[in-house]
């Protein structure tokens, strides 16, 4: 095997690995979250995990280089923080203390289509195929089932909940346009240690904003919920983040969000086996119209009719030749 080969083979090894790790650790993540603040609050987990992250990512820059954010466009790292890790993951963090992991899940998977509505109005201003059109609203549908019974599906979850979800799903669409436009592939791991500090210090501000640290006892924070907090660290962010980013740089961005299909089916299975979370009949219902919703609009640009005509006309040509 020639060294080009070998090049090759390697990337696309990592490409799948990283595919792997989106997959299966952030449909993970949404089970650590809920363990890690049974006894710790909120904000301070996600300020926690991001804080740490962020200062173990820059110290290994700081090895390579003694200015790691010198390539970095602060500004924008700064918005992507505050959108992506602060409010996307900080108000879902928040949510989950009334919201099942499992329908937190569902409910962040309409992420892609929230992506094409806002690229549509103030990005590209590329209007979305008709089949992309029609996947929006089959999943707009699911979510839409899932906010107006609540109660039926999430139990306990108030309105303050869902808005929470509603909010960090938008924050999030908006920091994956925004950060489509700043990070480069030569800076990925540094743009990221920065971002995720940024969106740290957001979810510390957030923790004195909700009250946190007067009810915040850390004798009382068990072991689970300690070591959730460092799976979070460890996998949902150095690991997660920097191969999401990774991605982004090397594949397509409708491929590498296909992520969203994956997350919630991990989510809801880990969330009734471990958490006991019910599965309704109606969670199904929603799950399928919001997967199938996503999937539409995530593989708009494969050309079905085309290749459905192009299928007919070689059989229609095998006939004549018969």
């Known amino acids: 095997m020639n060294v080009s080969s070998r090049t090759a083979t390697s990337a696309s090894l990592g490409i799948v690995a990283a595919f792997a790790a989106i997959y299966v650790i952030w449909g993970t993540t949404y089970l650590a979250i809920a363990i890690s603040i049974q006894t710790m609050p909120p904000f301070i ?4 995990r991001f804080l740490v992250a962020g200062a173990l990512m820059y110290a290994w820059l700081r ?12 500004r924008s790292a700064a918005v992507v923080g505050v959108l992506l890790a602060g409010i996307g993951n900080g108000f879902v963090i928040w949510a989950q203390q009334g919201i099942p992991s499992g329908i937190a899940a569902l409910i962040v998977t309409s992420m892609p289509v929230t992506v094409l509505i806002l690229d549509w109005a103030f990005f590209s201003r590329r209007a979305p195929s008709r089949q992309g059109l029609v996947g929006t609203a089959v999943a707009l549908a699911g979510v ?25 799903v938008l924050a999030w669409a908006l920091g994956t346009l925004w950060q489509k436009r700043a990070a480069r592939s030569d800076n990925v791991l540094n743009f990221t240690a920065a971002q995720v500090l940024f969106g740290g210090v957001f979810q510390l501000a957030m923790s004195f904003v909700d009250g946190e640290w007067s009810r ?43 992520y969203a299909l994956v997350n919630p089916v991990v ?56």
Not at 45 to 48: C, I, R, V, Y
Not at 145 to 162: E, F
Not at 238 to 256: D, Q
Request: hydrophobic content about 55%.
């Open 144 to 168: 839409v089932t899932i906010i107006m019974h609540t109660h039926a599906i999430a139990g306990t979850a108030q309105p303050i909940h869902l808005i929470s979800m509603i909010l960090a």
């Open 216 to 258: 915040f006892d850390v004798a009382a924070v068990s072991v689970s919920s300690w070591l959730a907090v460092a799976y979070l660290v460890v996998f949902g962010s150095i690991i997660g983040l920097n191969c999401y980013l990774w991605l982004l740089t090397r594949v397509p961005a409708p491929k590498v969000t296909t």
């Open 63 to 74: 090895t390579r280089t003694p200015r790691p954010f010198a390539t970095v466009n602060l």
């Open 267 to 322: 989510a809801l299975i880990l969330g009734s086996l471990i958490l006991n979370e019910e599965i309704t009949v109606l969670t199904i219902v929603a799950t399928v119209l919001v997967l199938f919703g996503v999937a539409l609009v995530l593989f708009q640009d494969w050309k079905i009719d085309s290749l459905w005509r192009g299928r007919r006309s070689l059989r229609t040509a095998e006939r004549t030749s018969c």
């Open 45 to 48: 987990t996600g300020a926690l």
